[in-house]
Every structure is written in structure tokens, then in C-alpha cells.
């Protein structure tokens, strides 16, 4: 079988998710969900932790995905159209309602720069949320984007 593209492996999201949880943990956070996405959008992993709220799921999708359909961190989503309240109803529309424009999705990417995922983690504020994607993303061996 032929490789069409380089996408996240499971073995790569399953270290994310672990290293993600333990930052969180390690900080005495709240309660964490972190979903990791491969380079088309698809969940590769998902964990909630025990006492996240049951919409944090759907968050911490929507922040990787915006950052996957935008090729921006959701931080820089969020930086870049504060000012265009227009254009960001505009990509929740499009998005079928799959965006977070708040920090906490971060782009994944291998070590040739090329993106090949996302994660988006939700539960605590969310400079927070990104601080825990982005060590799990280092503590793979992958490379954050963020």
C-alpha cells in the first residue's frame, strides 16, 4: 500500500494525550480533555479526565480543528480577528460550528516543519490548555506550532 501523506501516528497521539494529562496534573489543573487530530481532521485520540465537564470534548475538537482549517494555533486565530467579529461568525458557520478562536489548539508538527495534526485541550483557562498541548506535543518528540 501506497503512503499518501504523513499524517499523526496513534502511537504518536497516545504520548500526547498521556504527556498532556501529566502537565496538567503536575500543575494541579483543572480537569482536562485534550483530543488530538490528524492532518485531516479526524480525532486520532480523545481523553477526558474524570469531573470534565461534558462539553469540553467538543471544545478541545473545535480548537484543533480551527487551528487545522486555518494553519494558525487557535491563539493566533483568536490575536489575529478580535477586531473582525464578522469574519469569525463567518468560519463558525463554515466550521459547522467546529472552531474555538481561544488558546488551547496548537498545530503538530514533524520535524521537516510539515504539519501533520493538531491538538486542542480544554478544561482549565485556557493559557493553560496550551501550555499542557504544547508540552505534550515536545514530550512526543513532535514539534508545536503555536
Known sequence: MRKIFSSLKL???RKIVLNAL???????LAPLTVAVLDVGGHVV????ED???I?????AIAKAWGALG?????????DRLQDKPAFLGALA??????????????????DKGEVIG????????SDQDEFCAIEGIKAAGLVPDP
Open 22 to 28: 501529566s502537565t496538567g496534573r503536575d500543575a494541579n
Open 51 to 53: 469531573g470534565s465537564g
Open 45 to 48: 485520540c480523545l481523553e477526558r
Open 11 to 13: 502511537s504518536q497521539g
Open 70 to 78: 486555518m494553519g494558525m494555533s487557535s491563539r493566533e486565530i483568536r
Open 55 to 59: 462539553m469540553r470534548a467538543d471544545i
Open 93 to 110: 458557520s463554515a466550521s459547522q460550528g467546529r472552531f474555538g478562536p481561544v488558546p488551547g489548539g496548537v498545530l503538530v508538527c514533524n
Open 118 to 125: 493538531a491538538v486542542g485541550i480544554s478544561g482549565d483557562v
